[in-house]
């Protein structure tokens, strides 16, 4: 059976939406709660397919998990049997790649499959591997198979420059260098929120980590690690998503338990476009609150790293400028096949002309419903923007792309007002 979005628009979103926890984060927190060596607790985690699936690999691997959606995570890894992680949940998922870098780190070497996810086009693992060699692994690649073998008798610690700014490098080698031998000094670096936060958890569990969020993050390496709890931070790019969903129906949202200064880049361009955003403390937790009259004005988006305007939300707002009053220019630096989804809302009567990198959107004074198809999960999210912005009924297909990254997206919606059903048929 499959699943898809009917989705009645053109009404205004209103209300109050709480923010999960960060699924960017949460993916890389699982598998690094293996370094650990005794348990670890691990808190806000967003009710997503991408948890629930390394979950699945954790348990394949003979760790003790127990889970239960909504509840914390507990992770006992100290009855794991072995490295091998061929399965097929592994080879399913992107995130499973932070397997490399916590069971090299802890076991000093791994059999893990090759790991697929969103098609957003070439995502190498080139500087992961660059990062794992430079600690003194060695890396066999089996291309008939798809499967990548390391292994190190000692990991030692190194100075290592990344050749291009990548989240995941960043956080696989620093999960590796946490026990090596000595300091490693990691070089044009990611540092997203995310970062930040794999590398808080790794200092609570008695990791030496300094310097993420910067450009240069310094990890000097310890002989053992401990249990801890850990709350993962809000999602960013839920938050984001949230922010144009109420421009975009010309609604009024307040979003809470946010971090406003992850959001600045995307504040900066709903207000450049006429939304209003306003930034709160309700005394428990920090808020914003996004309202729209009337058409965006055209605004341009290029994509950038951290703290730029990020890639991840490059495809909901170009769901939400197609209804700008003139034509705005998107340019996608980090990706270059991440406008799979310009096609899709054309079929909402978008007017998108893509070349290479660059699209340029002219704005219609009217979007109307039609059937869509998601190619990943943030253009997932792109078009369930164009449909609640647009006239009529739309279906959105392959839903199970906004499922690995949305906690209960429809019910969300439905709350503030949406009319939004899953139906399977």
Do not use: W
């Not at 170009?318 to 990706?335: D, H, K, P, W």
């Not at 609640?388 to 906004?402: C, D, E, F, M, R």
């Amino acid at each position: 059976m499959s699943q898809y979005f009917s989705i009645n628009g053109g009404k205004p979103l209103a209300g109050t939406v709480t923010i999960s926890g960060a699924k960017n984060a949460a993916v890389a927190i699982i598998p690094a709660a293996i370094l650990a060596g005794e348990t670890c607790v691990l808190e806000n985690l967003p009710r997503i397919a991408d948890v629930r699936g390394l979950k699945n690999i954790l348990t394949g691997l003979g760790a003790a998990v127990d889970y239960t959606e909504g509840a914390a995570m507990r992770i006992d890894p100290t009855t794991i049997k072995g490295t091998d992680a061929t399965f097929s949940e592994v080879s399913a998922m992107r995130a499973s790649y932070y397997l490399l870098g916590a069971m090299l780190g802890t076991y000093g070497e791994v059999e893990l499959a090759l790991p697929g996810g969103c098609v957003i086009g070439t995502r190498p693992i080139d500087q992961h591997l660059k990062g794992m060699r430079a600690l003194g692994a060695k890396i066999y690649l089996d291309e008939s198979r798809n499967i990548l073998r390391a292994q190190c008798n000692r990991l030692r610690g190194a100075e290592i420059f990344f050749d291009v700014v990548s989240v995941g490098a960043t956080v696989n080698v620093m999960l590796a260098a946490c026990k090596a031998e000595g300091q490693t000094v990691l070089c044009n670096v990611a540092k997203e929120p995310h970062v930040v936060d794999v590398a808080n958890f790794l200092n609570m569990m008695g990791a030496k980590v300094k310097g993420a969020g910067t450009d240069m993050i310094r990890i000097t390496g310890v002989p053992q690690m401990h249990g801890c709890s850990y709350s993962v931070i809000p999602d960013q790019i839920e938050t984001g998503t949230y922010m144009i969903a109420a421009a975009a129906t010309q609604g009024d949202v307040i979003i809470k338990n946010v971090i406003p200064t992850h959001m600045e880049a995307v504040t900066a361009k709903l207000m450049e476009s006429g939304a209003r955003v306003r930034e709160g403390d309700d005394g428990y937790d920090f808020f914003l609150r996004v309202s729209m009259d009337g058409r965006p004005r055209p605004c341009n988006i290029k994509t950038m790293v951290y703290p730029g305007f990020p890639t991840d939300l490059q495809q909901p707002m170009m769901a939400y400028l197609c209804r700008a009053q003139g034509t705005s220019v998107v340019t996608e630096n980090i990706f270059e096949s991440r406008f799979n989804h310009a096609k899709e809302l054309r079929r909402l009567g978008a007017s998108i002309v893509v070349a290479k990198r660059v699209a340029k959107v002219k704005g219609v004074e009217r979007l109307r419903g039609g059937d869509m198809s998601a190619t990943d999960l943030r253009a997932g999210a792109s078009l369930i923007i164009g449909a609640l912005a647009a006239q009529g009924v739309s279906k959105v297909h392959n839903i199970g792309y906004i499922d690995r990254g949305y906690e209960d997206m429809e019910g969300k919606l439905q709350a503030l007002g949406a009319r939004i059903e899953r139906v399977t048929q």
